[in-house]
C-alpha cells in the first residue's frame, strides 16, 4: 500500500494469473486491503509455464 493512505476497504480478486496479480497491485496501491483467491497451489497462471516453455528465455516478448 503507498504510503500516507488510509484503507479505503477490502476487495477480493479472483485469479492469481498475470492479470489477478496486476489488479491486486494496483488495488493495493490505490489504499485497498486485498485479498488474493487462486485455485491452483501457486500464482502466476500461464506464465509459471513460460520457463517449461521457453527453457532459454529466448521468447519474442
Not at 500500500?1 to 476497504?9: I, N, W
Not at 489477478?20 to 500461464?46: F, R
Amino acid at each position: 500500500m503507498a504510503s500516507g493512505k488510509d484503507v479505503v476497504g477490502s476487495v477480493l480478486v479472483v485469479g492469481g494469473g498475470i492479470a489477478g496479480m496486476q489488479a491486486a497491485l494496483d488495488l493495493a496501491d490505490s489504499g485497498y486491503y486485498v485479498h488474493l483467491l487462486e485455485k491452483n497451489s501457486a500464482i502466476g497462471g500461464g506464465m509459471a509455464q513460460l520457463d517449461k516453455t521457453f527453457p532459454t528465455n529466448d521468447c519474442a516478448m
